[in-house]
């Protein structure tokens, strides 16, 4: 069959694509852990509270995740829609599953490098001290940053590397061919016309 020895090819375009975006989740949650600023818990006697302050930087960490995976989404749907170009539609199918990859990987990482249980560090914690939140996503819309991102970068490339096909002499009927060479005698008149009788 034609499509066999792309094959191969192809199954090593899928790879990549999925490891890049695999590996930018891990590089992009360590990013989160390290930019982000965590609200915190201050212990009190009958517990934890959090100030107006901290609570006006609790739901930051979406924030922060989202324009980091919108940025990196956007560059690497960019670079491997134009880099792995064999297959369009293999290669899209491969970006929207490695940016759910991405997606999750980020905040799973981001997550293991931030604090721990704030429940645990308060019963263990003194009075008056403060105890940060867990790093994590709030909002499950959050995560559809990676996939639109990707896709929207993918979009772009795909658009712009269109074929437009130019109709060339192979293209034209016989009628068109003539027609031209016609409308192109000065005289407009056929070619035999032009031609003189030869003297016997």
């Known amino acids: 069959?034609?499509?066999s020895p792309r094959s191969p090819a192809s199954g090593r375009d899928v790879a990549v694509v999925l490891g890049v975006l695999v590996a930018?989740?891990?590089l992009c949650g360590?990013?989160?852990?390290?930019l982000w600023d965590?609200?915190?818990y201050t212990k009190t006697a009958d517990g934890g509270v959090m100030g107006e302050t901290d609570l006006s930087r609790r739901f930051a960490a979406d924030g922060l995740y989202a324009v980091?995976?919108?940025v990196a989404g956007l560059l690497s749907g960019l670079?491997?829609?134009w880099w792995r170009t064999r297959d369009p539609l293999?290669?899209?199918a491969a970006l929207l599953v490695g940016s759910v990859l991405a997606a999750v990987v980020m905040a799973l990482t981001g997550h293991l490098l931030g604090p721990g249980d704030p429940g645990a560090a308060l019963a263990a914690a003194k009075v008056g001290a403060r105890v940060p939140e867990r790093l994590g996503v709030d909002a499950f819309t959050v995560y559809l940053a990676w996939p639109v991102a990707v896709l929207a970068g993918a979009l772009v490339v795909l658009l712009g590397t269109a074929p437009v096909r130019a109709v060339g002499?192979?293209?034209e009927s016989p009628t068109d061919a003539g027609a031209r060479h016609h409308e192109g005698r000065p005289d407009g008149a056929p070619e035999s016309s032009a031609r003189t009788p030869e003297a016997r």
């Open 30 to 34: 360590v990013l989160w852990w390290l």
């Open 68 to 70: 980091i995976a919108g």
């Open 1 to 3: 069959m034609a499509g």
């Open 169 to 171: 002499p192979a293209d």
């Open 24 to 26: 930018l989740g891990v």
């Open 38 to 40: 965590p609200a915190a």
């Open 79 to 81: 670079g491997l829609t």
């Open 90 to 92: 293999l290669t899209s």
